[in-house]
Nanobody
């Protein structure tokens, strides 16, 4: 089993930057390399893919709305499954609850799987990001 905990959300102004983190714990989360991703759900919207990174960090994937502004990375210095989402030039439309997701399945660099919610079996509780105009 694995538990995911997000941190780093908050209230910022348009154009600001913010960093989100997610750490996996539990027997699986602490011992098995996991591919990890971020999804978000804005007010009145469905859950949207933001970014993902493969288990050993060799491949990254981004949703169209965040390409060039957000960067996902894994904490290579840690033995745990931990990742960071650097969000730059934030816009009001980035306002959402951001969810961390993880899977023990290794999808290699296949872009078909990473943007799909069904590709992940573990989810965090979410962290709120609010961007004011």
């Amino acid at each position: 089993q694995a538990q995911l905990v997000e941190s780093g959300g908050g209230l910022v102004q348009a154009g600001d930057s913010l960093r989100l983190s997610c750490v996996a714990s539990g027997r699986t989360g602490s011992t098995t390399p996991m591919s990890m991703g971020w999804f978000r759900q804005g007010p009145g919207k469905g859950r949207e893919f933001v970014a993902a990174i493969s288990s050993i960090g060799e491949s990254t994937f981004y949703g169209d709305s965040v390409k060039g502004r957000f960067t996902i990375s894994k904490n290579e210095a840690s033995t745990k499954n931990a990742m960071t989402l650097e969000m730059n030039n934030l816009k009001p439309e980035d306002t959402a609850i951001y969810y961390c997701a993880a899977t023990t399945t290794y999808y290699r660099d296949d872009p078909y799987y990473y943007p799909r919610q069904t590709s992940y079996e573990y989810w965090g509780q979410g962290t709120q990001v609010t961007v004011s105009s």
